[in-house]
Nanobody, 127 residues
């Protein structure tokens, strides 16, 4: 099982980045995919979650309106479009997978719900 986040980099405030999470080794249809981030010296923070079947998305209230999640099950890839980036968005961004077949279902915005984690990608927002 693998999840690999990519697409991070250095961007100026107000800029945009698109992150990708390439998955393999499991059936993406069975999993919700979440994005988390961790800034230096801070705890890991939930960013977004996208459901398995209908691509419904949920976002942290602090990020709603600037970030947009999507998924392409045919490519086994999940995306996070980040717009209007701010210096406080600087962090390592991780994607993770939560088995939606589990009963009772676990909340997608909690890291304990995740079954698999990928290595992160660094996003730095700075002028």
């Amino acid at each position: 099982v693998q999840l690999q986040a990519s697409g991070g980099g250095l961007v100026q405030p107000g800029g945009s980045l698109s992150l990708s999470c390439a998955t393999s080794g499991f059936t993406l249809d069975d999993y919700a995919i979440a994005w988390f981030r961790q800034a230096p010296g801070k705890e890991r923070e939930w960013v977004s979650c996208i459901s398995t079947t209908d691509s419904r998305t949920w976002y942290s209230d602090a990020l709603k309106g600037r970030f947009t999640g999507s998924r392409d099950n045919a490519k086994s890839t999940v995306y996070l479009q980040m717009n209007s980036l701010r210096p406080e968005d600087t962090a390592v961004y991780f994607c993770a997978a939560s088995d939606n077949r589990r009963q009772p279902p676990r909340p997608c915005n909690k890291d304990y719900s995740m079954d698999y984690w990928g290595k992160g990608t660094q996003v730095t927002v700075s002028s």
